[in-house]
């Protein structure tokens, strides 16, 4: 059983350690071109750099979650199918000539799986495989209210002070 006494002496050991497995991942990137699993952790180790007092954020009236997953379209045929199931999931009084008809390209068949079981069904899709994702919660002055004809034109603009990233690799 863990107590709270030794836990600064795992919070130093790991400070010990990350640079020796980041020295690896760095030593295994230049000899194969791959740094999977470790090099992944270089994000913690900038992480760490930046952080300090002066780093603090600063209370903000609201938060911007943005996020971005990739995937590769391994068959294109496959993700129509799947939208086309999601569609008659959604609509089961319509037929397959319905299915079909709405569903004429990539875009409307991720619409149809979303619509259905949400975005992150997505990665359980046959002919999409995921390749990566990350997360940044950015800190707003302003949020977006419930009119969209007010909200600014890049909607994805990042320009608040960054309270949190994340950032998933998968491989293939």
């Known amino acids: 059983m863990?107590?709270?006494?030794?836990?600064?002496?795992?919070?130093a050991a790991t400070d010990r350690l990350l640079p020796a497995v980041l020295a690896y991942?760095?030593?295994?990137?230049?000899?194969?071109g791959n740094g999977f699993p470790f090099g992944v952790l270089h994000q913690f180790a900038e992480q760490d750099d930046a952080d300090g007092p002066e780093d603090e954020p600063e209370p903000?009236?609201?938060?911007s979650v943005l996020e971005r997953h990739d995937y590769q379209v391994t068959d294109e045929d496959a993700v129509l199918a799947a939208?086309?199931?999601?569609?008659?999931?959604?609509?089961?009084?319509?037929d397959e000539a319905a299915?079909?008809?709405d569903v004429t390209h990539l875009g409307r068949a991720l619409y149809q799986i979303a619509h259905v079981d949400g975005w992150?069904?997505?990665?359980?899709v046959e002919g999409l495989s995921v390749t990566g994702g990350a997360v940044v919660v950015v800190a707003r002055d302003e949020v977006l209210g419930p009119d969209p004809d007010e909200w600014p034109e890049q909607l994805f603009d990042?320009?608040?002070q960054r309270l949190y990233e994340q950032r998933d690799v998968f491989s293939g």
């Open 60 to 63: 903000a009236p609201g938060i």
């Open 25 to 32: 991942a760095d030593a295994q990137f230049e000899y194969t």
């Open 158 to 160: 990042d320009g608040g």
């Open 99 to 101: 299915a079909a008809a």
């Open 120 to 124: 992150s069904a997505l990665d359980e």
């Open 83 to 94: 939208g086309r199931r999601a569609y008659r999931d959604a609509w089961p009084e319509d």
């Open 2 to 11: 863990t107590t709270n006494a030794g836990i600064s002496d795992v919070f």
